[in-house]
């Protein structure tokens, strides 16, 4: 129910702008990670299985390019480093912390 592409649609209470692609996508079968910030491309291996211990986004890597306006960047790199956990329902993707918050809700693209 992960595999494919999603986009953000919001980083806690800010809510992506149209005009930015952030996105993130999942490969199951090869346990892969990616994605937009809507400025720097992310990478990174998908557990295998979710532990609440350890944060699902640890092992994210990222180009480190300046753009105009990084300002969904830098508030979705921390996020996703506080995500143990996800939630989907319908065509939405909810990552969600150790406290039960949701830190990141995504639309299947």
Do not use: H
Not at 23 to 32: E, N, P, R, S, V
Not at 76 to 83: I, M
């Amino acid at each position: 129910m992960l595999d494919g592409e999603w986009s953000v649609v919001s980083v806690g209470e800010m809510v992506v702008p149209d005009s930015v692609d952030a996105f993130m996508g999942f490969d199951i079968a090869g346990q892969l990670v990616y994605g937009c910030t809507g400025c720097n491309q992310l990478t990174g291996a998908l557990p295998a299985e979710v532990n609440p211990e350890v944060p699902m986004f640890s092992a994210m890597g990222s180009t480190r390019m300046m753009c105009a306006d990084m300002t969904v960047e830098d508030a979705l790199l921390p996020a996703l480093g506080q995500v143990v956990d996800f939630k989907v329902e319908g065509d939405n993707l909810y990552l969600i912390d150790a406290a039960g918050t949701t830190v990141v809700t995504l639309a299947k693209r």
